[in-house]
């Protein structure tokens, strides 16, 4: 069975940083690109990041480019996002989901993992 | 970025009934690498992570009900419902995956009249 489990969200003041997991089985996950959808509360989704399979090439969106930066070891199993200078707006359910080369279907998503930034 | 637009943004919806949103989208989505259109639809039920329901415009993603079907080319999208059963009730939202930063519609709340 394909799981993705985040954790590592949480409660940080404006200006902290917080590091989200994303542990991946089921799956040869270092056959996968992934990405970082984040949904701000009553809000859309939102795509954060994208990683290759083979941490090749990254993408971010203008929102967190400098700030956030998305990483994986594949012989962990395991997808990252060292979230850096967080910002109010940055409060929000991130989830990591996998990508499929070809059909570019985002088919499985994790449950997710809240983060709220505030004072 | 591409802007992708969804009508409507609720929709109220007998049960056995039709339903139909659409996606609209600022450029065209045929990738020029490929020539495929990297459009799919998702479903969020309440308290729920998105679910994908379809890719590359029509096809069903495994255990999604037949009553599901996508359409569409260019810059113009639809997902229907053929006969809304009480499960279906979320929020759909289109997403892009033909050029980065990917992007989704604002989403269309789907509910039971």
């Known amino acids: 069975e394909v799981q993705l489990v985040e954790s590592g969200g949480g409660l940080v003041q404006p200006g902290g940083s917080l590091r989200l997991s994303c542990i991946a089985s089921?799956?040869?996950?270092?056959?996968?690109?992934m990405i970082w959808v984040r949904q701000a509360p009553g809000k859309g989704l939102e795509c954060i990041s994208y990683?290759?399979?083979?941490?090749?090439?990254?993408h971010y969106a203008d929102s967190v480019r400098g700030r956030f930066v998305v990483s994986r070891n594949n012989g962990m199993n395991s997808l990252y996002l060292q979230m850096n200078s967080l910002r109010d707006e940055d409060t929000a359910v991130y989830y990591c989901a996998r990508v499929v080369a070809g059909t570019a279907g985002a088919d499985y998503w994790g449950q997710g993992t809240l983060v709220t930034v505030s004072s | 970025d591409i802007v992708l637009t969804q009508t409507p943004l609720s929709s109220l919806v007998t049960l056995g009934q039709p339903a139909s949103i659409s996606c609209r989208s600022s450029?065209?989505?045929?990738?020029?690498?490929?020539?495929?259109?990297?459009l799919s639809w998702l479903q969020q039920r309440p308290g729920q992570p998105p679910r994908l329901l379809i890719y590359k415009i029509f096809n069903r993603f495994s255990g999604v009900p037949d009553r599901f079907s996508g359409s569409g080319a260019e810059t113009d999208f639809t997902l229907k419902i053929s006969r809304v059963e009480a499960e279906d009730v979320g929020v759909y939202y289109c997403m892009q995956a033909t050029q980065f930063p990917y992007t989704f519609g604002q989403g269309t709340k789907l509910e039971i009249k």
């Open positions: 450029q065209s989505l045929v990738y020029s690498g490929d020539g495929n259109t990297y």
């Open positions: 089921g799956f040869s996950f270092s056959s996968y690109n």
């Open positions: 990683i290759t399979s083979y941490d090749d090439t990254k």
